[in-house]
């Protein structure tokens, strides 16, 4: 986390956009300074009706009583329309402020969040990380809306008053400034208490939200379990900790305003007092003194609301810290500056003396090599951790290897942009992922441009999906819902074939593709494999052996290391652990 305060980060991250910060702020302070421009009128006003022909505005040029009364109607219309036309002006220019930051500020901190890698994921919870981009960028703006404004509007009033006061009875002004200092250590003092309250009430925040989405996510695991109470009662729990974190800040934040009431009421009625006394003595005017008194609630009763502004305030920073921490969080895995040609990749793949191990935890591969020809079909196989996937997040750069090397076409993956390696790669993943939309929206998904129709359908149709599709109401054009809920799971999976298909990538990857595929579904896509592989580089990790018994080499991976390699039939021959697989898959040994 930063040292800074959120609020220097955050002028400085709206560096872009202070020429209209400084125009909203001129705005704010002008508007208050004709706001505060009454008082003076009913004290020219009285000093009119009181002085007569000896008033100040007879001073200017006004002889009369009615021309003076009449030059005073008219400078208040002027003022007045000018107090308006101010604070449409800030009122408009703080909202565009506002709306604005929060746009970009939410599309910064996203796009940062999908340039991270994998890893940081593994120790964030996607509500936490929506309360952060939802829930926080919205809590800046609303004090952007009119915290901001407040705030400079009481520094406003502070400085005209008080220079009012100094001019007309310098006597009688420290009275009425008095409060100021105990106002500004108070709100020093509060700011500093209230601030790690405020912290912990977002960190509560995260963790309820956390806690929903988690729980929405695996309603059917929740149902499926009966878990419907103990689920509550752990929402119960997180909400009533977040509760209880802003009862503590409110219990803090609420003290304030009352205080200040106090501390300012002794200001106000030593004006009164004083002040009355000496325009009773003839010592200070009487218009003056009605100036005074006016002014001196002008400047103190709104400090009352001082409590609730920086409450705003103190939110709106706890927020900022939140958001700004994010941004800040450094990319770990950056792409290279070489161009990659997806038109022109071969497809040769080669793992070079590679050792990776997850963050915590032993190595996955240890000094792992492997070549991969141009359009060959691998088939890699083994049991549960012996690094399979591993292979494939290396690959498309998820994570990156702690030693070795990996290329493509010759080329380390490391000094290649991510958009090109990426692209030149179509991953199925065992854990299907479909979004919301239409069928062919989620086939196309990523594709540049308008998605062909026909391309659309010759995916369907080699990833063995065309027919369950054209039996949707509404066929291509059927909506799936979100995360394809309304699919089955072999379903699903053959869209998320398709959708690598389309995509026509010169290195295809299927991550256990047919995990979640019945038996007719499996032999579908096993007799459309040809056509699924041909012309690009294929590696399959395979639960299932049928599915990879055409393969061109089969890799056993054990420890993750390379046991046995070799075609289908040598390795039964051979009578090692891909034989024993065989066996126990094909039933003709017990496990």
């Given at each position: 986390?930063?040292?800074?305060?959120?609020?220097?980060?955050?002028?400085?991250?709206?560096?872009?956009?202070?020429?209209?910060?400084?125009?909203?702020?001129?705005?704010?302070?002008?508007?208050?300074?004709?706001?505060?421009?009454?008082?003076?009128?009913?004290?020219?006003?009285?000093?009119?009706?009181?002085?007569?022909?000896?008033?100040?505005?007879?001073?200017?040029?006004?002889?009369?009583?009615?021309?003076?009364?009449?030059?005073?109607?008219?400078?208040?219309?002027?003022?007045w329309?000018?107090?308006?036309?101010?604070?449409?002006?800030?009122?408009?220019?703080?909202?565009?402020?506002?709306?604005?930051?929060?746009?970009?500020?939410?599309?910064?901190?996203?796009?940062?969040?999908?340039?991270?890698?994998?890893?940081?994921f593994?120790?964030?919870?996607?509500?936490?990380?929506?309360?952060?981009?939802?829930d926080?960028?919205?809590?800046?703006?609303?004090?952007?809306?009119?915290?901001?404004?407040?705030?400079?509007?009481?520094g406003?009033t502070?400085v005209?008053?008080?220079?009012?006061?100094?001019?007309?009875?310098?006597?009688?002004?420290?009275?009425?400034?008095?409060?100021?200092?105990?106002?500004?250590?108070?709100?020093?003092?509060?700011?500093?208490?209230?601030?790690?309250?405020?912290?912990?009430?977002?960190?509560?925040?995260?963790?309820?939200?956390?806690?929903?989405?988690?729980?929405?996510?695996?309603?059917?695991?929740?149902?499926?379990?009966?878990?419907?109470?103990?689920?509550?009662?752990?929402?119960e729990?997180?909400?009533?900790?977040?509760?209880?974190?802003?009862?503590?800040?409110?219990r803090?934040?609420?003290?304030?305003?009352?205080?200040?009431?106090?501390?300012?009421?002794?200001?106000?009625?030593?004006?009164l007092?004083?002040?009355?006394?000496?325009?009773?003595?003839?010592?200070?005017?009487?218009?003056?003194?009605?100036?005074?008194?006016?002014?001196?609630?002008?400047?103190?009763?709104?400090?009352?609301?001082?409590?609730?502004?920086?409450?705003?305030?103190?939110?709106a920073?706890?927020s900022?810290?939140?958001?700004?921490?994010?941004?800040?969080?450094?990319?770990?895995?950056?792409?290279?500056?070489?161009?990659?040609?997806?038109?022109?990749?071969?497809?040769?793949?080669v793992?070079?003396?590679?050792?990776?191990?997850y963050?915590g935890?032993?190595?996955v591969?240890?000094?792992?090599?492997?070549?991969?020809?141009?359009?060959?079909?691998?088939?890699?196989?083994?049991?549960?951790?012996?690094?399979?996937?591993?292979?494939?997040?290396?690959?498309?750069?998820?994570?990156?290897?702690?030693?070795?090397?990996?290329?493509?076409?010759?080329r380390?993956?490391?000094?290649?942009?991510?958009?090109?390696?990426?692209?030149?790669?179509?991953?199925?993943?065992?854990?299907?992922?479909?979004?919301?939309?239409?069928?062919?929206?989620?086939i196309?998904?990523?594709?540049?441009?308008?998605?062909?129709?026909?391309?659309?359908?010759?995916?369907?149709?080699?990833?063995?999906?065309?027919?369950?599709?054209?039996?949707?109401?509404?066929?291509?054009?059927?909506?799936?819902?979100?995360?394809?809920?309304?699919?089955?799971?072999?379903?699903?999976?053959?869209?998320?074939?398709?959708?690598?298909?389309?995509?026509?990538?010169?290195?295809?990857?299927?991550?256990?593709?047919?995990?979640?595929?019945?038996?007719e579904?499996?032999?579908?896509?096993?007799?459309?494999?040809?056509?699924?592989?041909?012309?690009?580089?294929?590696?399959?990790?395979?639960?299932?052996?049928?599915?990879?018994?055409?393969?061109?080499?089969?890799?056993?991976?054990?420890?993750?290391?390379?046991?046995?390699?070799?075609?289908?039939?040598?390795?039964?021959?051979?009578?090692?652990?891909?034989?024993?697989?065989?066996?126990?898959?094909?039933?003709?040994?017990?496990l």
């Amino acid at each position: 986390m930063s040292p800074r305060h959120p609020l220097k980060r955050l002028v400085g991250y709206a560096r872009g956009r202070h020429r209209l910060l400084w125009v909203a702020s001129i705005c704010s302070i002008l508007n208050k300074i004709f706001d505060l421009a009454p008082p003076a009128l009913i004290g020219a006003a009285i000093d009119v009706v009181v002085e007569r022909e000896a008033s100040m505005i007879a001073r200017l040029g006004f002889e009369s009583v009615t021309e003076q009364l009449w030059a005073l109607a008219g400078l208040t219309v002027v003022i007045w329309g000018l107090e308006s036309v101010f604070e449409y002006a800030y009122g408009v220019l703080w909202r565009h402020l506002a709306q604005d930051l929060q746009h970009n500020l939410r599309l910064d901190a996203y796009g940062h969040v999908q340039r991270l890698e994998m890893a940081y994921f593994e120790d964030q919870s996607t509500g936490g990380l929506m309360s952060i981009l939802n829930d926080d960028i919205n809590q800046l703006e609303r004090f952007l809306d009119g915290g901001a404004n407040d705030l400079l509007q009481v520094g406003t009033t502070v400085v005209v008053i008080s220079t009012a006061f100094f001019a007309l009875a310098p006597g009688v002004a420290w009275m009425a400034l008095l409060p100021m200092p105990f106002i500004l250590w108070g709100s020093m003092a509060f700011q500093r208490r209230i601030a790690p309250r405020y912290a912990e009430v977002r960190e509560r925040a995260g963790e309820v939200n956390g806690l929903l989405s988690n729980n929405l996510s695996g309603i059917a695991t929740i149902k499926s379990f009966t878990a419907e109470g103990f689920e509550v009662e752990r929402v119960e729990a997180a909400s009533a900790a977040y509760r209880e974190a802003n009862r503590r800040a409110i219990r803090l934040s609420s003290a304030f305003s009352p205080l200040i009431r106090m501390v300012i009421v002794v200001g106000f009625t030593a004006t009164l007092v004083v002040g009355g006394e000496l325009a009773f003595s003839g010592s200070l005017a009487v218009g003056s003194y009605g100036v005074m008194v006016f002014l001196t609630q002008r400047l103190l009763w709104p400090l009352t609301r001082l409590g609730q502004t920086f409450d705003l305030y103190q939110r709106a920073m706890a927020s900022t810290a939140r958001v700004l921490d994010l941004l800040d969080t450094a990319v770990s895995i950056e792409g290279g500056q070489e161009a990659l040609e997806v038109g022109a990749v071969r497809g040769e793949v080669v793992f070079e003396a590679v050792t990776f191990a997850y963050p915590g935890r032993p190595p996955v591969l240890k000094d792992f090599s492997l070549r991969v020809e141009a359009g060959q079909t691998v088939a890699i196989v083994g049991s549960t951790g012996s690094g399979k996937t591993t292979l494939v997040n290396l690959l498309l750069r998820f994570y990156d290897a702690g030693s070795g090397r990996i290329l493509l076409d010759g080329r380390d993956i490391k000094g290649l942009r991510l958009g090109d390696l990426r692209g030149a790669v179509g991953l199925v993943s065992q854990q299907v992922f479909l979004f919301q939309g239409s069928v062919r929206e989620n086939i196309a998904y990523g594709g540049a441009g308008s998605a062909a129709a026909d391309r659309i359908e010759a995916a369907g149709q080699a990833a063995e999906a065309h027919g369950f599709i054209e039996r949707l109401p509404g066929g291509y054009e059927a909506v799936i819902g979100e995360r394809g809920q309304k699919l089955s799971g072999g379903q699903r999976q053959r869209m998320s074939i398709a959708r690598a298909l389309y995509k026509d990538p010169p290195v295809l990857i299927l991550d256990e593709a047919t995990s979640a595929v019945d038996n007719e579904t499996e032999a579908a896509i096993q007799r459309s494999l040809s056509r699924i592989t041909a012309g690009r580089t294929t590696i399959v990790i395979a639960p299932r052996l049928s599915t990879i018994r055409s393969a061109d080499r089969i890799i056993v991976m054990e420890e993750g290391e390379v046991r046995e390699s070799g075609r289908h039939e040598a390795l039964l021959a051979e009578g090692g652990i891909y034989a024993q697989l065989w066996r126990v898959q094909t039933g003709e040994r017990a496990l």
